[in-house]
Structure formats: structure tokens, C-alpha cells
């Protein structure tokens, strides 16, 4: 009997799933955040008899067989890339990603990291940096005499001076996509970094080559859905239950082989 390994599987499976679920509600009010689905495949299985064989009694062909599965596996905890509601927030350096696109954040190893948390802040020598202190790739650096600064929806940064009508422009900040965004390795802090599967990041101006625009003063939420969220727990809670009922089940099927006399 296999049931209690098989069981054991459908339980760990089952507490997999939880692990992902408690991480989306625990970020259900993190900028920008993603949510994360877990998903699974079915083991190997043991072939007792193969599908289209000939049967040893009649030399029929047996049109079903007799696979006895092994029980299931997790095989990918990958990002549900959904684009979160906009809230206004009123802050001048906060800006919002209405699109596709991430901002490109220099780590300092000198590595690009991206995100999509667009909450920055001025450092002490005026360079845009994110809430870890990073700067943007971009080198976005704001005089210390500006008096306001304004961001366009195609990343152009104009500061404005004291006695000066018209405003000077700064620098342009620029969004970079991925042919597979699932394929992004996550560092935590909201930030992420290249590999093999996401492909190489392709930099461009917000608003073409089907890049998202920004929007100065809001930013986005995150898109965990929390009704949903809370209804995959419930399930998941039941299906851990149940594996748990089949451990008993078999455990109390051996105690009565162990009781013959």
C-alpha cells in the first residue's frame, strides 16, 4: 500500500500552497506587488499493466491498463503579472507604472536590479534613490535649488526655479521590459533581477514599443485579490484534511493486518 506516501505528498503539496497564499495576504498592501500561484504535476507512475498490451488469457488488446499513480509535486511558484489599481498619493516623486515596464535600480555590487515600486526619494545629493538608498540607472540628480519637479508621462524630468517661468529639463528616466516577466528572479524589497529565462531587459522610452507611461503622484497597489486569496486558503485547508484522513485511514488498515491471527 502507497497510500501513506502518496497522502504524505497531497499534505506537503497542500502546505505549499498555504506558504504561497499567507506570502500574497501578508503582501496585500505592498507597492507593486505581484501575487504568486503555486501549481503542481502528478509523480511517475507505476505501470502494473500498460495500456494497449495484449491480455495472456484472450490475446486481446487491454484498452485501459492498470497505472497506479505515485502521488504530486510542486512545479512552479510563479508571479501572476497583473496590473495593480493606481491611488493618487500627492507625492512628487512617486510615480506610478500604467503598462508594462520596470524601473532599472543600480545595486551596489554596480548590478541593475528593476522594480515596479515607483515610491523614490531625494538623497542628500540630490539623486533619486528608491527606499533602500539605491539610485535609479538613470542618474536622475535634482538641484538642490528646485523648487518643484515634474515628471511627464513619457519619463522626461523638468525641474522648475525660483523667477523662472519656464522649467529645465533634468533627464529622462526610461522602463525596461522582458519577453517572459515570470522568468524574473525576486530579491525582496520589491526589486528583481535577470536570469536566462526572463531574457535580457529592452530599455525605452515610456509609451512606445509597447512600454507602459508613467503618472507622477500615484502609485501602484498591489493586485492580490483578497477574497480570492482567502478562498484558495479554505481550499487548500480542506485538501490537507483530507490527505491527513487518508494517513489515518491506511494507518488503521495496517493496524488490522498487524491484528490476524
Do not use: C, H, W
Not at 507593486?32 to 507505476?46: C, G, K, S
Not at 503579472?81 to 491611488?87: C, K, L, P, Y
Not at 521590459?177 to 524574473?184: D, I, M, Q, S
Request: charged share 20%.
Amino acid at each position: 500500500m502507497n497510500a501513506l506516501k502518496i497522502a504524505a505528498t497531497g499534505m506537503a503539496a497542500q502546505q505549499t500552497r498555504v506558504d504561497v497564499i499567507s506570502n500574497n495576504i501578508a503582501n496585500m498592501s505592498t507597492t507593486a506587488y505581484q501575487p504568486r500561484v503555486a501549481e503542481f504535476a502528478d509523480l511517475l507512475y507505476q505501470q502494473i499493466q500498460t495500456p494497449g498490451t495484449l491480455s495472456s488469457q484472450t490475446g486481446s488488446i487491454i484498452p485501459a491498463g492498470i497505472q497506479m499513480g505515485m502521488g504530486v509535486r510542486p512545479t512552479t511558484v510563479s508571479m501572476e503579472v497583473i496590473q495593480g489599481s493606481i491611488s493618487q498619493t500627492g507625492g512628487e516623486l512617486d510615480i506610478a507604472v500604467e503598462g508594462r515596464g520596470f524601473f532599472e535600480i543600480e545595486m551596489p555590487s554596480g548590478d541593475p536590479a528593476f522594480t515596479r515600486d515607483g515610491k523614490f526619494y531625494r538623497d542628500a545629493e540630490g539623486l533619486m534613490v528608491n527606499s533602500d538608498g539605491f539610485p535609479l540607472s538613470d542618474q536622475i540628480t535634482i538641484p538642490n535649488d528646485a523648487l518643484r519637479v515634474a515628471i511627464s508621462s513619457d519619463g522626461e524630468v523638468t525641474a522648475y526655479f525660483n523667477n523662472a517661468v519656464e522649467g529645465q529639463t533634468i533627464g529622462t528616466l526610461t522602463l525596461s521590459v522582458f519577453a517572459n516577466t515570470k522568468g524574473l528572479e525576486a530579491l525582496g524589497s520589491n526589486l528583481y533581477r535577470e536570469t536566462e529565462a526572463s531574457g535580457s531587459p529592452i530599455s525605452g522610452t515610456p509609451g512606445t514599443d509597447s512600454i507602459g507611461i508613467m503618472r507622477q503622484g500615484y502609485l501602484e497597489d498591489s493586485s492580490v485579490d483578497v477574497v480570492e486569496e482567502i478562498s484558495e486558503l479554505i481550499e487548500a485547508q480542506r485538501g490537507y484534511e483530507l490527505n491527513s484522513k487518508v494517513i489515518s485511514a491506511a494507518d488503521e488498515m495496517y493496524a488490522a493486518t498487524t491484528r490476524i491471527r
